[in-house]
């Protein structure tokens, strides 16, 4: 009898431990996901304007130049890097895209094609100096945020360029089939970083940089190489964000985009990319900024001081790095 009841207290011992397990788990691989499930019921309950269909199709637009960032800075951080010059890159892209963009001047993919090279070009030189320099990226980004932001100024002589054409607005301001149409572009950019991440070598070698750079040159990748991708591409989102930035705004601000590059990284973070390198996706960047998206359109709807929700921002990026430091460890 005593047998049985060991064998019967070791089972359900076990069966305990394996549902914990399955908690953690679940919690490891969808916990942002359902804080921002708990975010939307909160919010939901406090304001009753928060869950309408007008409200929500706000939020997504309002994030998608964020995430359209986060998506080239998620792939930075995975390679153990850091960009900090994205918004300043934005901006710059932003005024020397729509000095293209007057009526009857250029066809429209003039001016697109301009913006996506400039923000390449900067990319591209971020990630020369990371690569052949030797530097921590923090380095390089940092002078680039500072110059990037200078060259806009100097370019629009420190006033907006205006004057259009309609079919640059639409880019950002139109709709679609009901739906703003910097929806339809941020849905295709993640579709496209995904598969990159994801189901390609490119991809693969960005992991197995993160994972262990030492190992990568081991193993034949050439990791320079791989870097300047990296950093070129994270600086043509830059410019993608800034065409559709100074279209929704109808003008070239040089002034755009102070500070993007933090909520970019707060959102790649959040979603679960790891600052450690090795570790993020491209989905959890989206939930990321989704929740950056939410609380701020939630909070303001409860009209709560904007003081008080870059306090509550803050606290929310401590915590996601905690939690990943927590996760790593």
Known sequence: MNNLANKTSIKNNKHEINKKDKIKILFRRHGMALVLLAMVVLMTVLSPAFLTTRNLMNVVRQISVIAIIGFGVTMVIITTGIDLSSGSVLALAGVIATSFAHPNQYPLIVSI??????????????????????????????????????????????RP??????????????????????????????????????????????????GNAQAAVVSGINVRKYLVLVYTYAGLLSGLAGIVLASRLSAGQPTAGVSYELDAIASAVIGG??????????????????????????????????YWQQVLKGAIIVGAVLLDKKKNR
């Open 113 to 158: 094609i301009v913006g996506l090279l400039v923000g390449a070009i900067a990319g591209s030189i971020n990630g020369a100096f990371t690569a052949f320099g030797e530097i921590p990226a923090f380095i390089p980004t940092l002078g680039m945020m500072i110059a990037a932001r200078g060259f806009a100024l100097i370019f629009s002589d420190g």
């Open 161 to 210: 360029i205006t004057n259009l054409s309609e079919s640059f607005e639409f880019i950002g301001g139109g709709y679609f089939l009901g739906v703003p149409f910097p929806i339809y572009v941020m849905l295709l950019t993640a579709v496209i970083s995904h598969i990159l991440l994801k189901h390609t070598k490119f991809g693969r070698y960005i992991y197995a940089i993160g």
């Open 273 to 306: 990319t790891s600052l450690s390198g090795g570790v993020g996706t491209i989905p959890g960047t989206i939930i990321g900024a989704l929740i950056m998206g939410v609380l701020n359109n939630g909070l303001d709807l409860l009209q709560v001081s904007a």
